[in-house]
Structures are given as C-alpha cells and as structure tokens.
C-alpha cells in the first residue's frame, strides 16, 4: 500500500510541493474558535464525503487501499506515544479514546480497523 497507491503518491507529492514552498498545510474547515466537538464533527463530516469523492473515479481496489492508508495513520499516530503514567513510567499506548476514534474512522470510511 502506501506510496504504491496513486491516490497516495498524488497526496504525498503535493504534501512535499507545499513543503518545498514553505506553505504550512490548511485544514479543509474553519478550526479556530471551536470546541473540540465542533471540530470532531466537522471532521466526521469531511471523513463522510471521501467515499462517495473517490467512487467511480478511481478503481475500488485504490479507494480501499487509500481508506485503509488514512486508518493506518490514525494508528500511528495514536500509537506514537504515551497517554498518563508518570514521568515515562506506566500509562498507556493508546487511549479508549483514540481506540474508539480510530474505529469511528474506519467505519466511517467503511474499513476495517
């Protein structure tokens, strides 16, 4: 998957164009202001649109591979680092949270996680 994958070679180069520019990435909504259920809710609806964006435009194999990519970083990030503990002692990999996030977006984009 990954870079192999069209759809994600387009995103990452364009990433990377912006990048070499020196323009900072913008979020497809307004944040500033908002609660954090309001900016959840505008990114539940963004997640939504993606399905019917890619169907019949790119080949079904492509649109899963690219759906399954964004759940892929989701985890990622949300195994990136630790939640609570105590200078670095305990705590835990991933929050009932971002568990429960990440199957939120794997459904919404209608993968599994």
């Not at 020196?22 to 399905?51: H, M, N, W, Y």
């Not at 670095?88 to 599994?112: C, M, N, P, R």
């Amino acid at each position: 998957e990954g870079a192999a994958n069209p759809i994600v070679a387009s995103i990452v180069a364009s990433i990377k164009e912006s990048a070499k520019k020196g323009e900072r990435l913008k979020p497809p909504f307004e944040v500033s202001g908002k609660t954090p259920e309001q900016l959840k809710a505008d990114v539940a609806a963004t997640l939504k649109r993606i399905p019917a964006v890619l169907e019949g435009k790119v080949p079904a194999e492509q649109a899963a591979e690219f759906k399954r990519w964004l759940v892929t970083i989701a985890d990622k990030v949300a195994n990136a680092g630790k939640e609570g503990g105590f200078f670095g002692f305990g705590g835990e990999k991933v929050s009932a949270a971002e568990s429960t996030a990440i199957q939120e977006l794997a459904s919404t984009l209608g993968v599994q996680a």
